[in-house]
């Protein structure tokens, strides 16, 4: 007979809310601990900020967890599974993406062709010149709904090279939504930006965070304290290698070690 109790249970049942955590983890440079036994927590579908004062240790995190540095010690876990000792190629296979490296886009080829190299990119050593029409054809309507996503449908056929600084952010989150990440990291994405592209950008990363069948999880190193208020579920701030506050924007904003942090540096 079955149990009653069994008949309520969901068919599929997600491993844990924990998406991304790291236990212990320490980054040293000669000497300089920059991360000190860092445990942090992101859960799934949430807006994740990273934030800090100068050298707190977010890029360092953030590095560590796209697997750009190796840990002195400590670990890194992905749905529960350890991947301290991946490769940057494995995190991504997994679903991890890390986007804004404007080195990721090529200047020379089209805002569409750059999409279209990043779709192909997906199905490794799958893509051959003498795929069918049909099938290019298909590539060429993904590519196109992608540019559509982030608003450079009109810039499709221009070189990335000549795009504004705001249309090559766009065209980088393009290219790593080609990938179909669960987890979106980010640095500092709005870095550099005029007011304008600031909006347009935080607009779309909280699209981003939205999928057909649920929400991605989207970790972001930002400086900038109003769209990591308007954006994130959860904040976490670094001082000196370590955890200093944790929680919503409100939470933090009311910790006096936060405030005191802050003023320190010249960050508003
Ligand atoms: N490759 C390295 N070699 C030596 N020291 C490093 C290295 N990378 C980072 N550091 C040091 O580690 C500390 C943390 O740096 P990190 O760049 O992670 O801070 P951050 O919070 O991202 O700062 P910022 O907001 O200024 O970008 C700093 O004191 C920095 O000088």
């Known amino acids: 007979m079955t ?12 491993i844990t809310d924990v998406v991304l955590e790291t236990r212990g983890l320490t980054k040293s440079f000669r000497g300089f601990t920059a991360v000190r036994d860092l445990d ?4 799934r579908g949430t807006i994740h900020a990273l934030i800090g004062p100068n050298g707190a240790g977010k890029t360092t995190v953030f590095n560590l967890l ?4 190796a840990p002195t010690s400590g670990h890194i876990l992905h749905d529960g599974v350890d991947i301290t000792a991946a490769s940057p190629a494995a995190i991504a296979r997994r679903g991890i993406g890390r986007s804004f490296q404007i080195s990721a886009t090529f200047p020379h080829l089209t805002a569409l062709e750059n999409v279209r190299v990043a ?5 490794p050593g799958r893509f051959h010149f003498w795929r069918p029409e ?9 590519a196109l709904a992608l540019l ?8 499709a056929q221009e070189p990335a090279g000549t795009l504004p600084y705001g249309a090559k952010k766009a065209l980088e989150i393009a290219t790593t939504l080609a990938l179909d990440p669960d987890v979106l990291l980010l640095d500092e994405p709005l870095a550099g930006m005029g007011r304008e592209d600031v909006a347009r950008t935080a607009a779309l990363i909280r699209r981003t965070a939205q999928k057909e069948n649920g929400r991605r999880t989207v970790v972001m190193v930002e400086h900038n304290l109003g769209v990591v208020a308007d954006l994130s579920d959860r904040i976490t701030v670094l001082q000196r290698g370590e955890i200093l506050a944790e929680g919503s924007y409100a939470d933090i904003a009311a910790d006096r070690a936060v405030r005191e942090a802050y003023m320190g540096t010249g960050h508003a």
């Open 66 to 69: 796209t697997k750009f540095l």
């Open 119 to 123: 779709l192909q990119r997906r199905t």
């Open 148 to 155: 559509a996503e982030v608003g450079l449908e009109a810039r």
């Open 134 to 142: 049909s099938t290019l054809a298909a590539l060429n309507d993904r």
């Open 40 to 43: 942090f927590t992101v859960r």
């Open 3 to 14: 149990d009653p109790a069994m008949t309520d249970t969901p068919t599929v049942v997600p």
